[in-house]
């Protein structure tokens, strides 16, 4: 419980009378925080807080990796920036190696005090302006460029070049590219650079460098978790997109041993994704990067193992055993798989020998910077295309999405489609299909045909991008798992409806043939694809697991 005395002995309460005194001791929450636990992490609701005992130290992360920008002692104020201008914390707060209490204010409680005593207002006013001006303020920490940990050298149109880039930045790696051909490449790259048969390269800053990477080495010399570190978990989640975190975030606050297997970076399609604007919380939507980090940093920090570039080679149905490439066996109690779906490739004339050098299935937003000034087409009518359309008409001169059906109305959000229609540079050619590629070191032009008149037409094209629909990536399960007529995973109900299950039980909602085997996300068969959907069911996952653990116990 916290002290009208404690709170007279802040310096920043000193005008405030034993009345008002007493009016904040009565509303303010008394908190004690363990080593390590966040008071208010990075992006939290505005509270003002007061350090009563231990330490505070304030940390940003950069790079996935948590940098301490500063620090609090007993009686100092932490909040104070929200708290003034009505945002959400800039960075987190979190208990140093100590334990620590602090007391928390709401924002109506302080604001109540503060209409009685002006005075209060004006000085956290000021310990704001402070906080946030010079170089040691919020506003150096803004100014200050993030360090790159690691430069790339590549060139533009090399498709390997491009996975390594998309492999970085979807992992929150930041990194400098250097062209080969630029005018300043060897300064960038810090020497002479490699020829072009060692090409791409790159050089972990203050570590090694590397020719022609695998992802997995990559990973390991920025520190990446590859390697599992228990031979047994309670709970094995296969695929690190949102139904994956949402389930390891889950998992791991019940206190359950927990890892996570992504064979390529976190996300899934979802990370992929320009902005996200129906997902629940975020008014003003949400990019896919955005989204799939934040949640990562959730699931790590509450003690999940996130390992990248791991594959999985084989379940055993019957052991629950998890073999991994490179001959790994973990042992899982529950099994949850969230693999997610494939982007679906098209076998037209000129698209093998061009993907990668100007055709691309998906996008990460961050190509959009490489479509400066070009005409580049999309080719899909769903939310994902719509979404990239939007995002690459900032950078791009023109954008052209080409569908098959007659009208994107019908298969793209309305909000979506009246965006599309305010945007000068967005057209779209209807009853229209890619039916050739053209180019000789990377995309210049593309044949379309249109459906209704058969009539072939040349465009010049900068930039390929095709968002077409999505497979199952199922073709690895053992045969013991049922799946529908498109490779989807069956579960609850459709389990026993197939005749694949053999329990006298039945099986739970998202349990598949197997029992302690769930499934999630867009690997599950079920009408419904939407990121929102599948951080549901990763959490429901977890807590079916949970009632299979109980029931197997009992």
């Not at 080593?35 to 007061?50: H, I, T």
């Not at 100590?98 to 310990?127: F, N, Q």
């Not at 978990?233 to 690190?240: H, K, P, T």
């Not at 039916?435 to 459906?451: Q, Y």
Request: one cysteine or more; glycine letters at 10%.
């Amino acid at each position: 419980m916290v002290t009208a005395d404690e709170i007279d002995g802040v310096d920043v309460f000193a005008a405030l009378g034993p009345a008002e005194r007493e009016q904040l001791a009565r509303a303010a929450a008394d908190i004690r925080l363990a080593p390590g636990e966040y008071a208010a992490p990075d992006g939290s609701e505005r509270a003002l807080f007061v350090l009563l005992e231990g330490r505070i130290e304030a940390v940003k992360l950069v790079d996935g990796i948590e940098r301490v920008v500063g620090e609090r002692h007993p009686r100092e104020i932490f909040g104070e920036v929200p708290i003034a201008l009505g945002t959400v914390f800039p960075v987190g707060f979190r208990a140093a190696a100590e334990a620590t209490r602090v007391m928390r204010i709401e924002p109506k409680d302080y604001h109540a005090v503060a209409a009685l005593k002006p005075d209060l207002g004006k000085e956290i006013g000021k310990l704001a302006s402070h906080r946030m001006g010079g170089l040691r303020g919020l506003q150096g920490l803004a100014s200050e460029p993030p360090p790159p940990r690691a430069v790339v050298v590549g060139h533009r149109w090399d498709p390997e070049c491009m996975e390594l880039r998309r492999f970085l930045d979807r992992n929150q790696i930041t990194f400098r590219w250097a062209l080969p051909d630029a005018p300043n490449a060897e300064e960038e790259w810090g020497g002479p650079l490699p020829g072009d048969g060692d090409c791409p390269a790159i050089r972990v800053i203050g570590g090694k460098t590397v020719v022609r990477p695998q992802h997995r080495r990559v990973a390991e010399l920025l520190g990446l978790a590859t390697e599992a570190s228990s031979a047994e978990y309670d709970a094995v989640i296969v695929g690190a997109g949102p139904a994956g975190l949402a389930a390891a975030v889950h998992s791991a606050s019940e206190g359950r041993r927990t890892i996570v297997i992504e064979r390529q970076a976190p996300g899934g399609q979802a990370g992929t994704s320009s902005r996200i604007e129906n997902y629940l919380g975020f008014p003003a939507g949400v990019s896919g990067d955005e989204l799939a980090s934040r949640a990562l940093q959730q699931a790590r920090r509450l003690g999940a193992e996130i390992l990248v570039t791991r594959s999985i080679t084989r379940i055993d149905a019957t052991t629950r055993e998890v073999h991994l490439d490179g001959g790994d066996l973990l042992r899982a109690r529950t099994i949850v798989l969230a693999c997610g779906v494939a982007w679906r490739h098209l076998s037209i004339e000129g698209f093998d020998r061009l993907v990668g050098k100007g055709i691309a299935y998906g996008a990460a937003r961050s190509e959009a910077p490489n479509t400066h000034g070009l005409d580049v087409h999309i080719v899909g009518a769903g939310n994902s295309a719509g979404q990239a359309a939007l995002f690459f008409s900032n950078h791009a001169k023109s954008v052209t999405i080409l569908c098959r059906g007659e009208s994107l109305e019908k298969s793209m959000s309305r909000y979506l489609f009246d965006q599309l229609s305010t945007r000068p540079n967005i057209h779209w050619l209807p009853k229209t299909e890619v039916v050739c590629a053209h180019g000789d070191v990377s995309l210049e032009a593309i044949d379309v045909r249109n459906g209704a008149t058969a009539e072939t037409t040349r465009l010049e094209s900068g930039g390929l991008f095709l968002f077409i629909g999505a497979d199952a990536a199922t073709e690895w399960l053992p045969p013991e798992i049922a799946l529908d007529n498109h490779g989807y995973v069956l579960t609850g109900p459709d389990v026993r409806k197939v005749g694949r299950w053999e329990h006298e039980r039945d099986p739970y909602l998202l349990e598949t043939s197997v029992p302690g085997l769930f499934a999630a996300g867009d690997v599950r068969s079920s009408p419904v694809k939407r990121v929102a959907a599948a951080v549901g069911e990763g959490s429901m996952a977890i807590a079916f697991a949970r009632q299979y653990l109980a029931d197997s116990e009992r």
